[in-house]
DNA sequence: TCTGCAATTGAGACTCAGTCTCATTTGTTG
DNA sequence: CAACAAATGAGACTGAGTCTCAATTGCAGA
């Protein structure tokens, strides 16, 4: 499968940050970059490991985790919650933020932006006299289709999710 | 330490719901409740166990896992993300829902409730065809007191807490 | 091109929140 | 008060994520 010239990008991107933060950029840190810009949903640490082992590249957990970390410390990559009680990864490109909606009967997550919202965030911090640095919104629910299936709505507290996710993916 | 009204209000709330699905009002659940109502920040499932054993009140953990279980189901109780990579539970107070302001560098919490901000994501999933069910906002950044004291505020992925708690409370 | 060495890696031990199991105990209904 | 389903405690287990340390590797300078 060959490299799309963005990917390529990518890494030229994430190559300058380690540079300026006089770290190196290693085959293990393209490969995991490679993998995560051609994915375009959100995924799970473990998730990217065990994909990166199909492909026969074998990097450890302890890579995969240290990777997402300078990722998301460079901006490339956001760290959001789900509703799950773990993490999601998602790469960030160009307009960057957005929000989700995330149904709890089939886990299927839509994003949105909307800039009443943000406004009226700002305004509400600045009435707090709180600096915002960042924010994060789940909106939880049935979306279009579930509705249309006649699905009722989960307790809020149970979300179950689909994924494009292998389970048991250690060792 | 006598038992406020309220505390005992909401003993005989959870009873009725314990009622209704053939479940028993125990001792142990008795008083965890009054504990919880009588906390009035948000608290973590350990933080909890801790304070019951350190009333002499000798509760599993299995127990106050399951008993917050039954709380959240009730509508009693909330499950909150606070930025952590673990949930926090606070007690549901009569007109209920809110959302918070976390200082990423303190760890204070701040609560707030705005309309505009509902009815907005109201209008944003009817837009999106999409049932709201329960919404879950964080906004990350520096409180008013931080900034005052010459803080920078951290990186969104580095939030670190400060808690009334207790750390080492296993075993 | 080669060298030196700090940065990086992998393997696996470890942590920590949360779940599950099962033998024993307890609340409630008849 | 008996019967029995529901609940409990102890501790094993799970799964995501972190840490350690010896071995390896990228890269800046000679």
């Known amino acids: 499968m060959p490299h799309t010239v963005?990917?390529?990008?990518?890494?030229?991107?994430?190559?300058?940050?380690?540079?300026?933060?006089?770290?190196?950029?290693?085959?293990?840190?393209?490969?995991?970059?490679?993998?995560?810009?051609?994915?375009h949903y959100h995924f799970e640490a473990d998730e990217l490991l065990f994909k990166m082992k199909e492909k026969g590249l074998?990097?450890?957990?302890?890579?995969?985790?240290?990777?997402?970390?300078?990722?998301?410390?460079?901006?490339?990559?956001?760290?959001?919650?789900?509703?799950?009680?773990?993490?999601?990864?998602?790469?960030?490109?160009?307009?960057?933020?957005?929000?989700?909606?995330i149904c709890t009967t089939c886990g299927s997550v839509i994003e949105f932006h909307d800039d009443v919202l943000e406004q009226r965030q700002r305004e509400i911090c600045e009435r707090k006299r709180?600096?915002?640095?960042?924010?994060?919104?789940?909106?939880?629910?049935l979306c279009a289709d579930c509705r249309k299936k006649g699905e009722l709505p989960d307790a809020p507290d149970r979300v179950k999710m689909i994924g494009a996710g292998a389970t048991q993916l250690r060792k």
């Open 6 to 39: 963005r990917t390529e990008k990518e890494i030229t991107r994430f190559a300058g940050f380690l540079q300026d933060q006089g770290l190196k950029l290693t085959t293990e840190r393209t490969a995991l970059v490679r993998e995560i810009f051609a994915t």
């Open 58 to 101: 074998k990097i450890s957990r302890a890579t995969v985790y240290r990777t997402l970390e300078l990722l998301v410390k460079s901006g490339m990559v956001r760290r959001v919650h789900l509703g799950e009680d773990h993490y999601h990864y998602e790469h960030v490109t160009g307009n960057s933020h957005h929000d989700h909606l």
């Open 130 to 141: 709180f600096t915002p640095t960042f924010h994060n919104l789940q909106i939880l629910g």
